[in-house]
C-alpha cells in the first residue's frame, strides 16, 4: 500500500472496513511508503509480502490493495507478481477499482489496466521531454542550477561577472597554449583564481573535470543544447536506467548572452579532437628534447620549445639534424608578441643544466637530508575525513532525488493542478541533479588529491633513489628517460638573453621542492651567487618531500 491522492491512514482505513464487510481476516500488513509503483526491485515491503506468500505464512488466500496502481504500474511486474500469488492460491483485489483476480474477467481486467497504467506514464514522460525540448528550441534555460559564469533571474541566464572572467581564462589558456585540462586546473589554483563557493560548494579548488566540462559546454557560446545526456536503459535488466552522454544533440541559439565566441569554442572544440594525437617522428628516433617547456624564454617567462634544423645533401637526401630551443612569440600581457629570436643549441644547454644537478647531488650534506626523506610518510587524514563528509552528502543528495523522482509518480493525473505541481517537481528534481553531479566533482577531485599524494610520495622516492645515483644512472639513461628523470624534480630552467663574457648563459634553476642554501630557505638557486665561484662548498640540502 502507497500514497496515491488518498492519505496512507485513509487507504488503509478504508481497506479494513471491505475487509470486515466482507468477513476478511486481516493477518499482516505490508506499506511501502515513500517508494514508487513503477518497479518492485525497490520496494522492501513488497518483495517481504511475496516471501511470505511462498512460504505459506498466515496460509493467505487474498492480497488487498486500494488501486492496482499501488500493486504495480509495470505491466510485466504486475503480472509476474499475481501469477506468483495465484501459483500458491492466493489471489488480488483492488478495492477501489473494483477487480478481484479469482474471478474470470478479474485477470484480463488486471492486464488490460496495467498496461494502460504503463503507457499513460510514458505518455506523461514523453509530454514532459517535448515540452523541455520546445524551451530549449525557444533558447530558453530548462531549469537547475545556472552553470558556472552564469546567474538566474526570473528564470533567465545572466552573466555573472565575477565568474565569468575565469570561463573566459579557461577558454584563453586552453587555445593559445599548450596547457589542457589539468594544467589549466593547476594554473588556476596557483594564480590566485578561486572557485565561487555555490550551490553548495565547499571546494573552492579547480577540478580537470570542471575545465572539461566547461571547454565542451557550448551555453557558453550563446547556444542553448538539448539531449546532451539521455537515460538509457541498461542492457540485460528490465527496470535500470543510467544517464549516457551523447555524442550527437540539438543545439538552439540560447536567449541569453555568450561569454566567448563561436570561433574560440570551434577552436577548443577541435584541440579536444586533437588532444592526445601526436606527430609520428621520422628522422632521430631516440632523440627526444629532454629540456623542452621547462626552459623559460629570458624575454617573455614563456616556455622554449625544440626547433629542427634539418640538413640535407646536395643530392636531397637526409644529412642530420639539429636541435634548438626557441621562444614561441606568444602574445605578452602588453598585446605584443615576444621578440626573442636566438636559438640555444640543446647539446649546450641540457649539458650546463647536467652540470649543475651533478655539482648539487654530489654534495654530502644534500645527500644526508636526502635519505632522511626516503620513506617519509604522508598525511591524507583530513582529505580522508572531507571525502567520507562527501560521500554522505551524495547519498543524500541521491535519496532526495528518489523520493522526488517517486512523489512525480505518485501524482493523481486527474488533479486540476496535476501539470503545475510535474513541472515544481521536475524543477527540484533538476536541482537535485545539479546538487549529485557538483558532489561527484567534488569527491573526484578530492580523490585526485589524494592519489595524487600516494603517487607524488612513490615518485619522489623514486626520485631521491636515482638522485642518489645520479652520477652511475644519469649517463645510461635514454633522452626520454633523461626528460622524464628532469622534469620530476626541475620546474623552470632560467637562460640570460645572451652569453655573458665569461662563456655563462644559465641564470637559475627553480626546484619542485625547496632546499636550504648559504643559511637560507628556497626553491631556487640563482647562479649568479653560486655557481660563479666553482666552488662545492655551499651547504645545499631537501628540506621537503617532494610534490610533483
Known amino acids: ?13 478504508k481497506l479494513k472496513k471491505y475487509a470486515a464487510y466482507e468477513e476478511m481476516q486481516i493477518v499482516g500488513e505490508y506499506s511501502d511508503e515513500g517508494h514508487s509503483g513503477k518497479n518492485i526491485a525497490g520496494r522492501p515491503e513488497f518483495v517481504r509480502m511475496l516471501e511470505d506468500i511462498e512460504d505459506g505464512k498466515d496460509e493467505v488466500t487474498f492480497v488487498l490493495v486500494f488501486k ?16 506468483l500469488m495465484q501459483d ?12 478481484d483476480s479469482s474471478k474470470e474477467s478479474g485477470k484480463l481486467m488486471i492486464s488490460i489496466l496495467s498496461a494502460v497504467a504503463e503507457l499513460e506514464r510514458e505518455n506523461i514522460l514523453v509530454q514532459t521531454m517535448e515540452g523541455r525540448k520546445q524551451k530549449a528550441r525557444e533558447g530558453k534555460w530548462n531549469g537547475g542550477f545556472a552553470p558556472y559564469g552564469y546567474k538566474l533571474e526570473d528564470g533567465e541566464l545572466i552573466i555573472a561577472e565575477d565568474e565569468a572572467e575565469t570561463i573566459r581564462v579557461i577558454f584563453d589558456k586552453y587555445i593559445h597554449t599548450n596547457l589542457g585540462a589539468n594544467g589549466i586546473a593547476e594554473y588556476l589554483n596557483t594564480h590566485g583564481y578561486k572557485k565561487k563557493k555555490r550551490q553548495n560548494n565547499t571546494l573552492d579548488a579547480f577540478a580537470p573535470s570542471f575545465i572539461k566540462g566547461v571547454l565542451d559546454n557550448p551555453i557558453y557560446m550563446g547556444k542553448m543544447p538539448y539531449g546532451r545526456r539521455a537515460t538509457e536503459k541498461i542492457p540485460g535488466t528490465r527496470n535500470e536506467f543510467h544517464v549516457v552522454k551523447q555524442d550527437e544533440y540539438s543545439l538552439y541559439e540560447g536567449a541569453h548572452d555568450a561569454i566567448i565566441s563561436e570561433e574560440d569554442f570551434a577552436l577548443a572544440k577541435q584541440k579536444r579532437v586533437d588532444t592526445g594525437v601526436r606527430f609520428k617522428k621520422t628522422h632521430s628516433l631516440d632523440h627526444e628534447h629532454i629540456l623542452s617547456g621547462i626552459l623559460k624564454c629570458p624575454v617573455c617567462g614563456g616556455a622554449m620549445y625544440a626547433n629542427v634544423n634539418r640538413k640535407k645533401k646536395k643530392d636531397g637526401t637526409y644529412y642530420r639534424d639539429f636541435f634548438y630551443y626557441a621562444c614561441k612569440h606568444r602574445i605578452r600581457i602588453d598585446g605584443h608578441s615576444c621578440d626573442y629570436h636566438k ?14 644537478i651533478r655539482k648539487m647531488v654530489n654534495n654530502p650534506k644534500f645527500q644526508t637530508a636526502l635519505k632522511q626523506k626516503i620513506g617519509s610518510k604522508i598525511d591524507t587524514s583530513e582529505l580522508d575525513k572531507e571525502k567520507v563528509v562527501l560521500n554522505k552528502q551524495l547519498q543524500q543528495a541521491i535519496g532526495a532525488k528518489n523520493k522526488i523522482a517517486e512523489q512525480m509518480d505518485r501524482l493523481d493525473i486527474t488533479d486540476k493542478h496535476y501539470d503545475r505541481k510535474y513541472e515544481d517537481m521536475q524543477n527540484r528534481l533538476d536541482k537535485q541533479y545539479d546538487e549529485i553531479s557538483s558532489l561527484e566533482e567534488k569527491i573526484e577531485s578530492v580523490s585526485l588529491r589524494i592519489d595524487n599524494l600516494h603517487k607524488n610520495k612513490l615518485s619522489g622516492e623514486a626520485v631521491y633513489q636515482i638522485l642518489l645515483q645520479f652520477d652511475k644512472m644519469y649517463s645510461e639513461f635514454t633522452d626520454l628517460e633523461k626528460k622524464r628523470f628532469l622534469k620530476s624534480f626541475v620546474k623552470d630552467v632560467f637562460v640570460h638573453e645572451q652569453e655573458l663574457p665569461d662563456g655563462r648563459f644559465l641564470k637559475g634553476i627553480k626546484f619542485r621542492f625547496p632546499i636550504f642554501y648559504n643559511g637560507v630557505e628556497t626553491d631556487q638557486l640563482d647562479f649568479e651567487s653560486c655557481w660563479d665561484k666553482e666552488t662545492n662548498d655551499e651547504t645545499i640540502v631537501v628540506l621537503h618531500r617532494i610534490d610533483l
Open 343 to 356: 636559438q640555444w643549441g640543446q647539446d649546450k644547454v641540457n649539458a650546463a643544466v647536467e652540470e649543475v
Open 1 to 13: 500500500m502507497q500514497v496515491d491522492g488518498y492519505s496512507l491512514d485513509a487507504q488503509k482505513e
Open 68 to 83: 492496482l496502481s499501488r500493486f504495480g504500474r509495470n505491466a510485466a511486474d504486475v503480472l509476474n507478481s499475481l501469477q
Open 88 to 99: 500458491y492460491g492466493v489471489n488480488l483485489i483492488c478495492v477501489e477499482d473494483g477487480i
